[in-house]
């Protein structure tokens, strides 16, 4: 069961660790400022790199098992905001770009559900959690 719980981490992780990398930090930056700019994001110039550094980081941290409680936690105060911020879709006028933020909403609700599952199993397995540097960082 190690390896079944490490194939779901890395499959967890992946969509932070390439959003980190590629949308936020390398070639659709650009594009992922005027996007938190048009959504009202305060200083989207800064914002953008540095929740991108934030969501690498914990999609790493959570691959190779070290802190995964902690980092659990960081994605669910990236996702929570962005879900609100972002993804705002009872704002939208527009049917189909409405329904095309209420899928990113979900989808982002999901994944901070899947976080907080993840903290609680870092947190309460511990060691037993299987394939892992150190688990948890709170006790």
Not at 17 to 37: D, N, P, Q, T
Request: a negative charge; zero cysteines.
């Amino acid at each position: 069961m190690d390896w079944v719980f490490l194939v779901g981490r890395i499959a967890f992780a992946l969509i932070f660790i390439a959003s980190g990398l590629f949308f936020h930090l390398l070639g659709g930056r650009r594009m992922a400022v005027e996007y938190a700019r048009a959504n009202g994001v305060p200083a989207p110039e800064a914002a953008v790199p540095l929740t991108g550094v934030l969501i690498l980081v914990a999609g790493l941290m959570i691959v190779v098992g070290l802190w995964m409680d902690l980092a659990a936690l960081a994605l669910v105060v990236f996702l929570v905001p962005t879900m609100l911020l972002m993804h705002a879709f009872w704002k939208v006028d527009d049917a189909e770009r409405r329904m095309l933020e209420q899928v990113q909403f979900q989808k982002d609700l999901a994944l901070a559900g899947a976080a907080l599952i993840l903290f609680v199993a870092a947190r309460e397995l511990g060691d037993a959690i299987g394939i892992a540097l150190e688990p948890a960082l709170f006790d």
